[in-house]
């Protein structure tokens, strides 16, 4: 199968249709309908098909027994309303690039497998890159247990709904043993290709990141009735919180986001008792974030107390810089540079990924494909297919660099 054809046959799972965006959340209907379509494309090419403990699906070419194997692949699932791209294309150009070679008749000498990882995008509870977390061992089994959705179903719950055993969940180091390098594509977040006029660009590093609570507690109370003197308003003290985060961001020279929020009681008329707001913090380095995240702590807990509301903040994940193998990061500017004066771009990134989990345990790399807008986690989210095929041509040159005789 081509690029394109894969493309469309995979565009409209899990497309809502008043948004035009994605909700393949894990564990749900679409994300069921992704894994059939990734256990499909691999029964397609006579490749050996196994989803891991943690609901990790593995697509391998050769004896995963034999060790140094080349892996790549990405995530199928969505953000609320996502775009297309973003996870997908990892998945379908890795697919597309043992196709290609193939069709150079490349000799394998070392395993390689193809991986969709399990609910990397963190939508339907709360906390990103879960399959690969429980497999590197950076989230613990009871962790894992206590993850609930926005309906009260925890996350056993919800796997042993679509036919996973949960009881299985847990750290695979046999697994990741049996790796040499991890490839991941993925389509820019972000402008840096489209400014430089480059297709494709390496990735050095990602920026360290994490997500917290922020919990306003104030009084319920009538819309109507109630003196603004007599209010303790909890949605007076996030909004303020919400601005003060923008400022601390511009100062440093970082981004900070309050892109989700809950609201009880949620009536029109009604003064909320709790305003909940979840805020995204990333920066170029540790000392950077924390002074973001603790200039906006400090001014919510002042925001707080001028309007006599209590407030709870909660760190709910975190992950540091992750600096990408070096070895292998030049392995790749190398293979790619092969038979060009063109220097191959490597960049910086401010997004998670699997790779980023992975790397504390296995040399991991990507690949990066131009994005023309910088948009996504959006309906808006594009990259030109001439670019996704130049991707494909690349991850095709790295596993064959990686993998082949």
Known sequence: MTFHSMWTELLPVGRDSVSRGYRRFAWTPADAECRAWFEAQA????????????????????????????????????????????GPLGVVSAFAALDELRARNAQFDKPLAIVNFGDEEGARFGL??????????????????????????????????????????????????????????????????????????????????????????????????????????????????????????????????????????????????LVR??????????????????????????????????????RESFTPVVEFDHALRDELARILGRDTDLKVPVLGTGAGHDAGILSGRIPTAMLFVRNPTGVSHSPAEFAAEDDCVAGVHALADVLEGLACR
């Not at 070419?61 to 692949?73: C, E, F, I, K, N």
């Not at 660009?201 to 306003?216: E, L, T, V, Y």
């Not at 920066?283 to 807990?301: H, M, S």
Request: proline share 4%; hydrophobic share 40%.
């Open 128 to 273: 990103a890159c879960v399959g690969s977390r429980l497999t590197a061992g950076q989230l613990t089994v009871e962790q894992a247990h206590r993850l609930t959705d926005g309906d009260g179903i925890t996350l056993p719950q919800a796997m042993e709904a679509a036919g996973h055993d949960p009881d299985a969940l847990g750290p695979d180091p046999e697994r990741l043993a049996r790796i040499g390098a991890f490839v991941e594509l993925h389509v820019e977040q972000g402008r840096a290709l489209d400014l430089s006029g480059d297709r494709v660009g390496i990735a050095s590093a990602i920026w360290p990141h994490g997500r917290w609570r922020f919990d306003f507690r104030g009084e319920a109370n009538h819309a109507g009735t109630t003196r603004l003197a007599d209010r303790r308003d909890p949605m007076l003290s996030y909004a303020e919180t919400v601005i003060a985060a923008r400022r601390e961001a511009e100062l440093a020279g970082a981004v900070a986001t309050f892109g989700k929020i809950s609201v009880e009681p949620n009536g029109v008329n009604a003064i909320p008792s």
């Open 277 to 314: 707001g979840w805020l995204d913090s990333r920066a170029a380095d540790q000392a950077t974030l924390d002074t973001v995240v603790a200039g906006v702590e400090k001014e919510a807990r002042a925001y707080a107390e001028a309007h006599g509301v209590d407030l709870d903040v909660v």
């Open 43 to 86: 029964a397609a090419r006579g490749l050996a098909h196994e989803v891991d403990r943690n609901g990790n699906q593995w697509a391998w070419l050769g004896d995963p027994a034999a060790g140094d194997a080349v892996v790549t692949g990405s995530h199928l699932d969505s953000v609320p309303d996502g775009g297309a791209f973003d």
